[in-house]
């Protein structure tokens, strides 16, 4: 006769005179309803189907239970949902939803499997072990078709050109603790690391690229971002590109491959004596302001400056001579930008301009909310596909937060607040022939933001 197993009941302090117990015995019920939204992003846009064929599959068409489009829709989907690690994915293709988002309910070639799949599958398709690699590792990546994709991404969200773009490029570190291939000692951030470069316009994503340590903040600059250039020119041939950096990428090269192209720039400049020396009467004029009005007192300098050796030719500069009540604070940008207008005068051009470029670090902050910085796998390569992964998963919460949040309070929320307030929903889910009837929670309190959201995305995929 079978054992029957009674679910282990949890008691917790009564209420009112009623018992409060709890037990893993609710069937189907999930934490991530609200990534239905999610999906509705994903078929807007076509992105899993799109990110799957920048993947070439060696494995017997025949014999596939779990396709590319599958794999990589369970890891993005996960990021974004909050599962970083690979191991969580064992009890998560048990999920209802993921399997909606996945289109899969049942499996196709193999009975005896889930529908979704698992860790070690997962594993296999972002490592190349040394041993037996041919044997375990038959999918591999297009970086350079990944890396269109998403300057293809931005473009479509435009409906029309725009007259004007700015494109911020910026770098930051990610702390490695193993024996990652291409870790190097980085003095500045006192640790061993890789430097990724980031390129954004605005809140779109246009480039992540792993890279390791022991390079220059601006190294690949040139080559990125003439790549990049080129393909946003063959759909916007008349468009005014401007590009946005700190002192790290102010060297004559990009600067040179800038003025040869028509691209124009505003980059943060290192200060040093001679720079100093041209703002010393600005200085004492901010200085006799400040003590005067108990303020901070800003005054700005245009002029033109070229160093000793290492730039072919002179560039303007803008110099903002800055007293505080703790004391002098002068910076200074160089830029290809003319006076012709007030918005590139002096101190437009840097407190609008240039200080704007603030926002990108907010979304490298939020890359990281999404597990950028995961760099664990023993090689670049798999670090390097985690970075896109974690990159595709911004592009899928930054449409729902651009298209379908707009006008609701979400709409400026970080994707670590958009997670918690709307995609991580308890809802309890019922299947039967017809349908999947998803049950959410009817205390939640964001159900206008939800409702909102379904109906902006119906809108403006609804062609797609």
């Known amino acids: 006769m079978?054992?029957?197993?009674?679910?282990?009941?949890?008691?917790?302090?009564?209420?009112?005179?009623?018992?409060?117990?709890?037990?893993?015995?609710?069937?189907?019920?999930?934490?991530?309803?609200?990534?239905?939204?999610?999906?509705?992003?994903?078929?807007?846009?076509?992105l899993m189907r799109r990110f799957a064929e920048c993947f070439t599959d060696g494995r017997s068409p025949c014999l596939v239970e779990h396709q590319v489009?599958?794999?990589?829709?369970?890891?993005?989907?996960?990021?974004?949902?909050?599962?970083?690690?690979?191991?969580?994915?064992?009890?998560?293709?048990?999920?209802?939803?993921?399997?909606?988002?996945?289109?899969?309910?049942?499996?196709?070639?193999?009975?005896?499997?889930?529908?979704?799949?698992?860790?070690?599958?997962?594993?296999?398709?972002?490592?190349?072990?040394?041993?037996?690699?041919?044997?375990?590792?038959?999918?591999?990546?297009?970086?350079?078709?990944?890396?269109?994709l998403l300057v293809d991404l931005f473009l479509e969200a435009h409906e029309r050109a725009p007259r004007e773009i700015v494109l911020d490029l910026d770098n930051t570190d990610i702390p490695l603790y193993g024996g990652q291939e291409g870790r190097f000692f980085h003095g500045h951030y006192d640790e061993y690391c890789y430097l990724p470069l980031y390129v954004f316009c605005g809140r779109h994503l246009l480039l992540a690229r792993q890279r390791r340590a022991n390079v220059a903040g601006s190294a690949g600059a040139v080559e990125e971002t003439a790549r990049i250039v080129a393909q946003i020119r063959r759909h916007w041939p008349r468009v005014h590109i401007i590009l946005r950096a700190d002192s790290g990428f102010a060297n004559d090269a990009l600067m040179g491959w800038c003025e040869e192209t028509r691209v124009d720039y505003v980059f943060g400049l290192a200060r040093n004596s001679r720079l100093e020396a041209a703002l010393v009467e600005p200085l004492?004029?901010?200085?006799?302001?400040?003590?005067?009005?108990?303020?901070?007192?800003?005054?700005?300098?245009?002029?033109?400056?070229?160093?000793?050796?290492?730039?072919?030719?002179?560039?303007?500069?803008?110099?903002?001579?800055?007293?505080?009540?703790?004391?002098?604070?002068?910076?200074?940008?160089?830029?290809?930008?003319?006076?012709?207008?007030?918005?590139?005068?002096?101190?437009?051009?840097y407190e609008d301009?240039?200080?704007?470029?603030g926002e990108a670090e907010n979304r490298i902050g939020e890359q990281f909310e999404l597990f950028a910085d995961r760099a664990s796998s023993a090689t670049l390569q798999a670090n390097q596909l985690r970075l896109w992964f974690s990159a595709m998963a911004y592009v899928l919460v930054d449409t729902?937060?651009?298209?379908?949040?707009?006008?609701?309070?979400?709409?400026?929320?970080?994707?670590?607040?958009?997670?918690?307030?709307?995609?991580?929903?308890?809802?309890?889910?019922?299947?039967s022939v017809r349908r999947i009837y998803f049950a959410i929670a009817s205390s939640c309190p964001n159900k206008i933001e939800f409702e909102l959201a379904y109906l902006f995305l119906q809108r403006a995929f609804s062609s797609a």
Do not use: M
């Open 2 to 46: 079978p054992t029957e197993c009674t679910p282990t009941l949890f008691e917790f302090e009564a209420v009112e005179r009623r018992a409060v117990v709890a037990s893993f015995d609710g069937g189907d019920i999930t934490s991530n309803a609200g990534a239905l939204l999610l999906g509705q992003v994903d078929r807007g846009l076509g």
């Open 69 to 148: 489009e599958t794999l990589v829709g369970q890891r993005i989907f996960g990021l974004a949902l909050g599962y970083e690690d690979l191991n969580d994915h064992d009890e998560l293709r048990k999920d209802p939803t993921f399997a909606v988002l996945a289109g899969k309910l049942t499996p196709v070639v193999r009975k005896d499997c889930e529908a979704l799949a698992g860790k070690s599958t997962l594993n296999r398709l972002e490592h190349r072990p040394r041993r037996h690699a041919s044997k375990y590792h038959k999918i591999d990546c297009d970086g350079a078709r990944v890396d269109a």
């Open 284 to 349: 004492a004029e901010a200085k006799r302001l400040c003590i005067a009005s108990g303020k901070p007192t800003r005054v700005f300098r245009d002029f033109q400056y070229r160093t000793i050796d290492s730039w072919s030719r002179a560039r303007r500069v803008v110099g903002k001579a800055e007293h505080t009540l703790e004391g002098a604070n002068p910076r200074f940008v160089v830029t290809s930008l003319k006076r012709t207008r007030i918005a590139y005068d002096a101190r437009a051009l």
């Open 353 to 357: 301009l240039y200080c704007a470029r």
């Open 400 to 431: 729902l937060r651009r298209v379908g949040l707009r006008h609701t309070q979400l709409a400026d929320a970080a994707v670590a607040t958009i997670r918690l307030k709307l995609l991580k929903l308890g809802a309890q889910v019922r299947t």
